[in-house]
């Protein structure tokens, strides 16, 4: 190899090092804005290091060879998820491997239990899957790991089984950070309430023992007034929200930890309530980016959905060679109306 080859390391190895996606590279080589500048040094640490060595970054084959995925992620589909599945089938195609993506609503484990036993017939050679804490849920996986099939938990944990590798955020940090960003945005006092799925994900209920965990210590003048239980929907959230502020018209802050952000915000507006009041939620999307910049949301907290995908693929072939897998927890990232940026692989 020439010297003027080594100098120019290609895309698709920068991404493999990096741990990024292509066009996220792209992005960097090129000077075009909207990549953290976290990631920018990661993907010019990686372009330095193959430009020094001349080396690919892996020797192997990036996967092995006619391998199929599963993929189970709560429906419907909204901004969030539908992010996380572009990602999983582009950094499927990357790395060589079929990858079928579902969506099953959050509330219906048959349908999920069922979905997840019929990989093991079926010739799937990995699973990736976003876990309701359910017992049909927790046996099929526990079958599909018995039976030798890798299994990767997504987005929310599901301790107890053994083999079970999880990428995604520390919730109960990330809940933390909404609690400590709310808590300094309101003057460490007043009222305020938070909004969760009426599914069982035990990523909610972490985040939701983070928050009243840095409530209790650093701001205890802060009162939880409610605590909604909704379905995921900007219908009910907007339903549940209306209600929230006719009772509470002093409420001074709103934590959503989960999807329906839509209804909020409509609820917020129609009260008169829209600039006034801190609303904190999680995972930047279109229209949360665009609710920062009007002013109508004061943080996001955010887990990129990019990465985790790269580490969820990776994981299942890392079980296939019997590599440990990258298991460090997603970065929590803050982001307010002034760090505003574009949307991973977008």
Do not use: W
Request: charged share 25%.
């Amino acid at each position: 190899m020439s010297d003027h080859d080594k100098q120019k390391p290609r895309i698709s190895d920068i991404a493999l090092l990096a741990g990024v996606g292509t066009a996220t590279v792209d992005r960097v080589l090129n000077g075009r804005p909207g990549v953290r500048s976290a990631t920018v040094e990661k993907v010019r640490a990686a372009e330095r290091e193959l430009a020094a060595s001349g080396a690919r970054p892996k020797l192997m084959q990036p996967a092995p060879a006619g391998l199929a995925l599963r993929a189970f992620l709560g429906g419907p589909p909204g901004f969030a998820n539908d992010n996380l599945g572009r990602c999983l089938r582009a950094t499927a195609r990357q790395k060589g491997v079929a990858l079928r993506l579902d969506f099953v609503k959050r509330t219906d484990v048959v349908t999920l239990a069922e979905a997840l036993l019929a990989c093991l017939g079926d010739g799937t050679g990995g699973v990736i899957v976003q876990p309701v804490e359910h017992p049909l849920v927790r046996d099929a996986i526990g079958k599909l790991i018995a039976a030798g099939v890798p299994v990767v938990s997504v987005l929310t944990t599901l301790p107890g089984l053994t083999g079970l590798p999880y990428i995604g955020l520390d919730n109960r940090a990330a809940g933390r950070l909404a609690g400590q960003i709310l808590g300094n945005m309101m003057g460490k006092k007043g009222k305020i309430a938070y909004f969760f799925s009426e599914a069982i994900y035990r990523s909610h209920e972490e985040r939701e023992a983070g928050l009243r965990s840095i409530l209790r210590e650093d701001f205890p003048a802060i009162e939880v007034v409610e605590t909604l239980s909704t379905n995921d929907t900007p219908e009910e959230c907007f339903r549940l929200a209306t209600t929230l502020l006719k009772r509470f018209p002093a409420l001074e802050g709103i934590v959503n930890f989960a999807a329906g952000n839509r209804g909020i915000e409509r609820a917020l507006s129609d009260a008169g309530r829209g600039q006034d009041l801190c609303f904190v939620t999680f995972n930047l999307t279109a229209l949360s980016r665009a609710a920062l910049i009007e002013g109508r949301m004061a943080a996001v907290i955010h887990q990129d959905m990019e990465v985790i995908a790269s580490r969820a693929v990776a994981a299942v072939i890392a079980q296939h060679r019997g590599t440990a897998p990258d298991l460090r927890p997603i970065p929590a990232e803050l982001i307010l109306r002034e760090n505003i940026r574009d949307l991973d692989g977008e």
